[in-house]
């Protein structure tokens, strides 16, 4: 295996990610990869808190928390291997949970812990994505 951000390494990533970003199945990922992205950026928090378990309401944003906590920890694993393409299909199985998570829950609710304990899940779902790549600018223009 080649050092993390050599050419070769380099050249990995972008393969996994034309991959993955030709796959139609990971569109809605995409876009909601976006919608995340925009409502960090709206809320526009200089420090991101820790998500707080036992404030998960709903049981659309308890399934995301667990499945992104399962993922985080898969994921180091494939990329210290520079397996991306494994990595972006632990990122595509987030998918139902992510769409079930804009479905059923509303993040920027007037309660400014609940909503700040959605915004930090959000991110930690950003921080997945960004761990091979920013998705966000996958998506077709």
Do not use: C, H, W
């Amino acid at each position: 295996a080649g050092e993390s951000g050599s050419v070769i390494d380099f050249i990995r990533r972008a393969q996994a990610v034309q991959t993955f970003a030709d796959d139609p199945d990971v569109e809605s990922l995409i876009a909601a990869n976006k919608r995340a992205a925009n409502l960090l950026e709206l809320a526009n928090l200089e420090e991101m808190g820790e998500i707080d378990e036992s404030s998960l309401e709903i049981d659309a944003e308890k399934r995301l928390f667990d499945e992104v906590r399962r993922t985080e920890s898969a994921l180091v694993e494939q990329i210290e291997q520079q397996d991306y393409p494994a990595a972006l299909s632990l990122l595509a199985a987030l998918r139902p949970a992510v769409d079930q998570f804009f479905n059923d829950v509303m993040v920027m609710v007037d309660d400014p812990d609940l909503r700040g304990n959605r915004l930090a899940l959000l991110a930690r779902l950003r921080k997945l994505f960004l761990r091979v790549a920013d998705v966000a600018k996958l998506g077709r223009a």
